[in-house]
Protein backbone atom coordinates (compact mmCIF):
# COMPACT_ATOMS: atom_id res chain seq x y z
CA UNK A 1 0.00 0.00 0.00
CA UNK A 2 1.91 3.42 -1.19
CA UNK A 3 1.65 6.30 0.92
CA UNK A 4 -0.81 8.07 -1.36
CA UNK A 5 -3.26 5.80 -0.76
CA UNK A 6 -2.96 5.40 2.86
CA UNK A 7 -3.45 9.51 3.22
CA UNK A 8 -6.15 9.23 0.84
CA UNK A 9 -8.19 6.59 2.87
CA UNK A 10 -7.42 8.68 6.21
CA UNK A 11 -9.11 11.67 4.79
CA UNK A 12 -11.83 9.97 3.34
CA UNK A 13 -12.48 7.82 6.58
CA UNK A 14 -12.19 10.59 8.82
CA UNK A 15 -14.88 12.23 6.96
CA UNK A 16 -17.30 9.71 6.77
CA UNK A 17 -19.80 11.43 8.86
CA UNK A 18 -19.94 14.61 6.94
CA UNK A 19 -19.89 12.64 3.39
CA UNK A 20 -22.90 10.89 4.80
CA UNK A 21 -24.77 14.11 6.26
CA UNK A 22 -24.25 16.02 2.71
CA UNK A 23 -25.48 13.15 0.65
CA UNK A 24 -28.55 12.51 2.96
CA UNK A 25 -29.44 16.29 2.98
CA UNK A 26 -28.92 15.96 -1.33
CA UNK A 27 -31.07 12.71 -1.80
CA UNK A 28 -33.67 14.28 0.93
CA UNK A 29 -34.08 17.91 -1.36
CA UNK A 30 -34.31 16.04 -4.74
CA UNK A 31 -36.46 13.32 -3.78
CA UNK A 32 -38.92 15.61 -1.92
CA UNK A 33 -38.36 17.91 -5.14
CA UNK A 34 -39.72 14.85 -7.53
CA UNK A 35 -42.80 14.27 -5.22
CA UNK A 36 -44.43 18.12 -5.66
CA UNK A 37 -44.17 17.30 -9.58
CA UNK A 38 -47.47 16.06 -9.44
CA UNK A 39 -49.13 19.33 -7.88
CA UNK A 40 -46.68 21.78 -8.71
CA UNK A 41 -46.15 20.64 -12.54
CA UNK A 42 -48.56 22.02 -14.29
CA UNK A 43 -48.47 25.55 -12.43
CA UNK A 44 -44.79 25.67 -12.98
CA UNK A 45 -45.59 27.37 -16.09
CA UNK A 46 -47.77 30.10 -14.99
CA UNK A 47 -45.29 31.11 -12.66
CA UNK A 48 -42.78 31.13 -14.46
CA UNK A 49 -44.13 32.58 -17.66
CA UNK A 50 -44.78 36.53 -15.72
CA UNK A 51 -40.79 36.70 -14.27
CA UNK A 52 -38.60 39.76 -16.12
CA UNK A 53 -35.51 38.46 -17.88
CA UNK A 54 -33.60 38.18 -14.29
CA UNK A 55 -36.02 35.44 -13.07
CA UNK A 56 -35.59 33.59 -16.24
CA UNK A 57 -32.08 34.04 -15.98
CA UNK A 58 -31.92 33.12 -12.20
CA UNK A 59 -34.40 30.02 -13.16
CA UNK A 60 -32.26 28.77 -15.76
CA UNK A 61 -35.23 29.00 -18.44
CA UNK A 62 -34.07 29.90 -22.20
CA UNK A 63 -36.50 29.14 -25.17
CA UNK A 64 -37.35 26.20 -25.63
CA UNK A 65 -37.89 24.71 -22.21
CA UNK A 66 -41.31 24.06 -20.72
CA UNK A 67 -41.58 24.17 -17.32
CA UNK A 68 -44.16 22.36 -16.95
CA UNK A 69 -42.51 19.15 -18.64
CA UNK A 70 -41.14 16.28 -16.41
CA UNK A 71 -37.56 17.69 -17.85
CA UNK A 72 -38.46 21.18 -17.71
CA UNK A 73 -39.55 20.77 -13.98
CA UNK A 74 -36.25 18.97 -13.01
CA UNK A 75 -34.47 21.85 -14.92
CA UNK A 76 -36.12 24.93 -12.88
CA UNK A 77 -36.43 23.04 -9.89
CA UNK A 78 -33.43 21.08 -9.15
CA UNK A 79 -30.63 21.58 -11.85
CA UNK A 80 -30.54 25.01 -12.49
CA UNK A 81 -30.10 26.38 -9.20
CA UNK A 82 -30.28 23.61 -6.19
CA UNK A 83 -28.06 20.95 -7.37
CA UNK A 84 -25.07 22.96 -8.74
CA UNK A 85 -25.22 25.71 -5.67
CA UNK A 86 -24.95 22.70 -3.19
CA UNK A 87 -22.56 20.80 -4.93
CA UNK A 88 -20.64 24.09 -5.38
CA UNK A 89 -20.83 24.42 -1.66
CA UNK A 90 -20.25 21.06 -0.67
CA UNK A 91 -16.93 21.18 -3.10
CA UNK A 92 -15.40 24.48 -1.84
CA UNK A 93 -15.61 23.10 1.36
CA UNK A 94 -13.81 20.18 0.13
CA UNK A 95 -11.07 21.87 -1.71
CA UNK A 96 -10.33 24.22 1.06
CA UNK A 97 -9.79 21.48 3.83
CA UNK A 98 -8.33 19.17 1.94
CA UNK A 99 -4.68 21.25 2.34
CA UNK A 100 -5.21 24.84 3.77
CA UNK A 101 -7.98 23.51 6.72
CA UNK A 102 -5.26 20.71 7.72
CA UNK A 103 -2.31 23.39 7.68
CA UNK A 104 -3.81 26.35 9.91
CA UNK A 105 -4.20 24.06 12.68
CA UNK A 106 -0.65 22.36 12.76
CA UNK A 107 -2.20 18.88 11.46
CA UNK A 108 -0.47 19.04 8.39
CA UNK A 109 3.06 19.53 9.55
CA UNK A 110 2.56 16.62 11.74
CA UNK A 111 1.41 14.04 9.05
CA UNK A 112 4.45 15.55 7.04
CA UNK A 113 7.19 14.63 9.79
CA UNK A 114 6.35 11.31 8.86
CA UNK A 115 7.37 9.28 6.47
CA UNK A 116 5.18 10.59 3.80
CA UNK A 117 6.15 13.26 1.28
CA UNK A 118 4.43 16.58 0.02
CA UNK A 119 4.01 14.85 -3.31
CA UNK A 120 1.95 11.95 -1.67
CA UNK A 121 -0.15 13.92 0.47
CA UNK A 122 -1.33 16.48 -2.39
CA UNK A 123 -2.32 14.28 -4.54
CA UNK A 124 -4.00 11.82 -2.04
CA UNK A 125 -5.76 14.89 -0.18
CA UNK A 126 -7.13 16.12 -4.11
CA UNK A 127 -8.07 12.11 -5.18
CA UNK A 128 -9.57 11.92 -1.64
CA UNK A 129 -11.54 15.62 -1.69
CA UNK A 130 -12.80 14.62 -5.68
CA UNK A 131 -14.15 10.70 -4.31
CA UNK A 132 -16.34 12.61 -1.88
CA UNK A 133 -17.86 14.41 -4.63
CA UNK A 134 -18.17 11.74 -7.07
CA UNK A 135 -19.83 9.47 -4.26
CA UNK A 136 -22.69 12.85 -3.84
CA UNK A 137 -23.11 13.66 -6.94
CA UNK A 138 -23.76 9.90 -8.10
CA UNK A 139 -25.82 8.95 -5.31
CA UNK A 140 -28.14 11.95 -5.49
CA UNK A 141 -28.08 11.38 -9.26
CA UNK A 142 -29.16 7.44 -8.75
CA UNK A 143 -32.08 8.60 -6.09
CA UNK A 144 -33.43 10.64 -8.95
CA UNK A 145 -33.59 7.81 -11.52
CA UNK A 146 -35.08 5.67 -8.05
CA UNK A 147 -37.99 8.29 -7.74
CA UNK A 148 -38.66 9.68 -11.12
CA UNK A 149 -40.89 6.51 -11.50
CA UNK A 150 -43.06 7.39 -8.24
CA UNK A 151 -44.21 10.36 -9.22
CA UNK A 152 -44.69 10.08 -12.76
CA UNK A 153 -41.85 11.93 -14.01
CA UNK A 154 -41.17 9.14 -17.20
CA UNK A 155 -44.07 10.14 -18.57
CA UNK A 156 -44.77 12.11 -21.09
CA UNK A 157 -46.88 15.12 -21.24
CA UNK A 158 -49.29 16.41 -23.80
CA UNK A 159 -50.38 20.11 -23.36
CA UNK A 160 -52.99 21.88 -26.04
CA UNK A 161 -51.49 25.33 -27.25
CA UNK A 162 -53.97 28.67 -27.42
CA UNK A 163 -54.01 28.07 -31.22
CA UNK A 164 -55.29 24.31 -30.61
CA UNK A 165 -52.75 22.19 -31.66
CA UNK A 166 -51.42 19.87 -29.00
CA UNK A 167 -47.46 19.41 -27.67
CA UNK A 168 -46.14 16.62 -26.64
CA UNK A 169 -43.13 16.51 -24.07
CA UNK A 170 -40.63 13.29 -23.41
CA UNK A 171 -40.47 12.40 -20.11
CA UNK A 172 -37.30 12.07 -17.89
CA UNK A 173 -35.18 9.21 -18.68
CA UNK A 174 -31.70 7.49 -17.34
CA UNK A 175 -29.69 8.95 -19.69
CA UNK A 176 -31.14 12.91 -19.03
CA UNK A 177 -30.23 12.29 -15.37
CA UNK A 178 -26.68 11.16 -15.92
CA UNK A 179 -26.13 13.54 -18.55
CA UNK A 180 -27.75 16.11 -15.99
CA UNK A 181 -25.56 14.90 -12.89
CA UNK A 182 -22.34 14.65 -14.59
CA UNK A 183 -22.72 18.60 -16.19
CA UNK A 184 -23.47 19.22 -12.23
CA UNK A 185 -20.37 17.81 -10.60
CA UNK A 186 -18.29 19.21 -13.43
CA UNK A 187 -19.32 22.29 -12.84
CA UNK A 188 -18.69 22.12 -8.86
CA UNK A 189 -15.28 19.80 -9.97
CA UNK A 190 -13.79 23.58 -11.16
CA UNK A 191 -14.93 25.48 -8.01
CA UNK A 192 -13.20 22.28 -6.12
CA UNK A 193 -10.25 22.77 -7.42
CA UNK A 194 -9.73 26.28 -7.32
CA UNK A 195 -10.45 26.46 -3.80
CA UNK A 196 -7.83 23.84 -3.48
CA UNK A 197 -5.61 25.52 -5.77
CA UNK A 198 -5.48 28.86 -3.83
CA UNK A 199 -5.42 26.83 0.01
CA UNK A 200 -2.54 24.88 -2.06
CA UNK A 201 -0.54 28.29 -2.95
CA UNK A 202 -1.73 30.88 0.42
CA UNK A 203 -1.87 28.26 3.14
CA UNK A 204 -4.93 30.15 4.54
CA UNK A 205 -8.31 28.58 5.06
CA UNK A 206 -9.74 31.79 5.10
CA UNK A 207 -8.39 32.91 1.84
CA UNK A 208 -9.13 29.72 -0.07
CA UNK A 209 -12.72 29.93 1.08
CA UNK A 210 -13.14 33.78 0.27
CA UNK A 211 -11.38 33.48 -3.09
CA UNK A 212 -13.59 30.53 -4.05
CA UNK A 213 -17.04 31.70 -2.93
CA UNK A 214 -16.08 35.02 -4.71
CA UNK A 215 -15.41 33.06 -8.25
CA UNK A 216 -18.75 30.99 -7.94
CA UNK A 217 -21.02 34.28 -6.40
CA UNK A 218 -19.26 36.63 -8.45
CA UNK A 219 -19.61 34.60 -12.07
CA UNK A 220 -23.38 33.63 -11.11
CA UNK A 221 -24.46 37.60 -10.40
CA UNK A 222 -22.14 38.55 -13.58
CA UNK A 223 -24.41 35.69 -15.81
CA UNK A 224 -27.36 37.28 -13.92
CA UNK A 225 -27.04 40.56 -14.83
CA UNK A 226 -25.52 39.65 -18.51
CA UNK A 227 -29.38 39.01 -19.19
CA UNK A 228 -30.25 42.63 -18.55
CA UNK A 229 -27.42 44.30 -20.63
CA UNK A 230 -25.81 43.01 -23.37
CA UNK A 231 -23.05 45.08 -22.45
CA UNK A 232 -21.68 42.45 -19.84
CA UNK A 233 -22.17 39.63 -22.31
CA UNK A 234 -18.90 39.00 -23.59
CA UNK A 235 -17.61 38.93 -19.78
CA UNK A 236 -19.47 36.13 -19.14
CA UNK A 237 -17.07 33.54 -20.95
CA UNK A 238 -15.16 33.74 -17.39
CA UNK A 239 -18.13 32.38 -15.82
CA UNK A 240 -18.96 28.63 -15.48
CA UNK A 241 -22.72 29.53 -15.15
CA UNK A 242 -22.42 30.49 -18.68
CA UNK A 243 -21.89 27.14 -20.59
CA UNK A 244 -23.89 25.35 -17.66
CA UNK A 245 -27.19 27.25 -17.53
CA UNK A 246 -27.07 28.21 -21.63
CA UNK A 247 -25.93 24.43 -22.63
CA UNK A 248 -29.26 22.50 -19.88
CA UNK A 249 -27.24 19.72 -20.70
CA UNK A 250 -30.07 17.88 -18.52
CA UNK A 251 -32.17 18.14 -21.62
CA UNK A 252 -29.71 18.69 -24.44
CA UNK A 253 -27.34 15.90 -23.86
CA UNK A 254 -23.93 16.47 -23.05
CA UNK A 255 -21.64 19.00 -24.66
CA UNK A 256 -17.67 19.68 -24.65
CA UNK A 257 -17.93 22.38 -22.36
CA UNK A 258 -18.44 20.10 -19.94
CA UNK A 259 -14.46 19.20 -20.57
CA UNK A 260 -13.65 22.79 -19.35
CA UNK A 261 -13.71 21.97 -15.69
CA UNK A 262 -11.46 19.06 -15.97
CA UNK A 263 -9.30 20.58 -17.16
CA UNK A 264 -9.15 23.36 -14.94
CA UNK A 265 -9.11 20.84 -12.34
CA UNK A 266 -5.91 19.22 -14.00
CA UNK A 267 -4.32 22.77 -14.90
CA UNK A 268 -5.18 23.86 -10.63
CA UNK A 269 -3.83 20.04 -9.53
CA UNK A 270 -0.29 20.87 -11.13
CA UNK A 271 0.12 24.62 -10.06
CA UNK A 272 -0.95 23.07 -6.67
CA UNK A 273 1.40 20.79 -6.40
CA UNK A 274 4.15 22.70 -7.65
CA UNK A 275 3.43 26.04 -5.09
CA UNK A 276 3.06 23.25 -2.40
CA UNK A 277 6.66 21.38 -2.72
CA UNK A 278 8.30 25.35 -3.04
CA UNK A 279 6.78 27.45 -0.31
CA UNK A 280 7.07 27.08 3.80
CA UNK A 281 4.02 25.88 6.23
CA UNK A 282 2.61 28.26 8.48
CA UNK A 283 0.25 27.56 11.60
CA UNK A 284 -1.67 30.01 12.59
Do not use: C
Not at 51 to 62: I, K, Q
Not at 155 to 181: C, F, H, M, R, Y
Amino acid sequence: MTAAFRVYRRWLRDRVLSTVSWTLGLIIIIVATAAFYPSLGGSADAMASGGSEAMSSVLGLSAGIDPSSPLGYLWIGLYANVLPWTLMALGVSLGVAALAGDEGTGALEYLLSGSVTRTQVIMGRFAAAITVLVIASGLSGLSLVVAMPMFDLTDSVTTTLPDGTTSTAPGATIGNIVDGTISAFAFALGLASLAFLIGSVTGRKSVAMGGAVTLGVGGYVLYTLSSMTSSLDGLTWLSSWRWYVDDVMLINGLNWPVLIPFGVATISLLISWWAFLHRDLHSS
